[in-house]
């Protein structure tokens, strides 16, 4: 199996749907590039795999998949659909992306998911839906289990500036917590997005009131560095549909350091080994409850890195994606 993997290594998205798990899959070759020209269609290949959209047209796209023959996989981990309090919502309107994203789910000869939720809203465009959910090698490259010590409890939040409405969701807890013995760490500052993380860091740190870290934007090869300064992670989602369709990724990260993890009980985190907040007060009864018992922050950590190795397991998901590949190019 020659496999082509159109990707940037500069998107976490591409890092995770496209780069780590074709690097790390049974193959013949594979060529991983963000350029796509006959250049490089003439080296021959069976599956060409891209995530949701790429520069070149649809129509051209399928002109070179009947020159050379290869089948076309395209992999969505999102929705394209935004809602209206979204950083990218005016963008993806003036560009037509969501008619873009579909016109590339039209066409491909298989598609790929995350979970169940998002396969349906796809099959409404393209029938021949896989779901291969995210997942990581535990233990492996820079997911492995070290930790930086530390005498203060360090609660744990990374992301971009598109999740501003998210963070917003702690900024009364953590004002509960000025005084308290602990470290806010969040990582994935960039200073394109400046306005927006001072937001942010303003809404996790009470104005500044507590202790904390900011770590900027890493490359994703080493993106995992900063979990390194972590106890506890934070996990704070708006319950939406766009959001529901994200894949459950930062609970994963999070297992991958033997944390526990405080979530928002809604998609894509249900029915996981954490502690939910159902109502506002449960962030700070949660967090005053992990911080104060050191057993129970490891107990319940360990317990998530082995629910998500053993349903999650990073090397079972890509036999399982060797296996859908082969069944699409026979």
């Known amino acids: ?41 003439e080296k021959g290949f069976d599956i060409l795999v891209l995530n949701r959209l790429i520069p070149n047209s649809v129509e ?16 969505n981990d999102d929705y394209w659909d935004l809602p209206p309090t979204h950083q990218l919502y005016e963008r993806y309107a003036y560009s037509n992306i969501p008619e873009k994203i579909k016109s590339f789910i039209w066409i491909a000869d298989a598609c790929t998911v995350t979970h169940e939720r998002l396969a349906d809203q796809v099959s409404k465009i393209n029938k021949n839906v896989y779901i291969l959910p995210n997942a990581l090698p535990y233990g492996q490259e820079q997911f492995g289990e070290h930790k930086i010590e530390s005498n203060k409890v360090r609660l744990f939040w990374s992301g971009s ?7 917003k969701i702690l900024k009364e807890p953590i004002k509960r917590l000025v005084g308290s013995d602990i470290k806010m760490v969040l990582a994935g500052y960039n200073e394109v997005e400046k306005d927006i993380w001072n937001n942010m860091v303003f809404y996790y740190t009470a104005g500044r009131r507590i202790e904390n870290t900011i770590y900027r934007y890493n490359e994703v090869i080493r993106y995992m560095e900063a979990y390194a300064d972590s106890d506890i992670s934070l ?39 954490v502690f939910y907040v159902r109502k506002q007060t ?40 060797f296996n859908i590949y082969s069944r699409i190019i026979v």
């Open 1 to 41: 199996m020659r496999i082509l993997g159109l990707a940037s290594k500069h998107s976490g998205v591409s890092y995770h749907r496209v780069i780590l798990p074709l690097v790390n899959m049974q193959k013949d070759y594979c060529l991983i590039t963000d350029v796509l020209n006959e250049e490089v269609l």
């Open 60 to 75: 051209q796209l399928q002109e070179w998949r009947k020159k050379y023959g290869f089948k076309i996989i395209v992999d």
């Open 161 to 167: 500036g598109t999740h501003e409405h998210d963070i």
């Open 235 to 273: 996990i704070p989602l708006q319950n939406n549909t766009f959001n529901s369709m994200k894949s459950n990724l930062k609970v994963l990260e999070t297992a991958a350091k033997k944390n526990p993890a405080i979530v928002s009980e809604v998609n894509p985190y249900l029915n996981l080994p």
């Open 282 to 321: 449960d962030w700070f009864k949660h967090i005053k409850n992990l911080t104060n018992d050191k057993q129970m922050r490891e107990e319940s950590g360990l317990k998530l890195y082995e629910y998500c190795e053993k349903h999650f397991n990073f090397h079972a998901i890509n036999s399982l994606r």
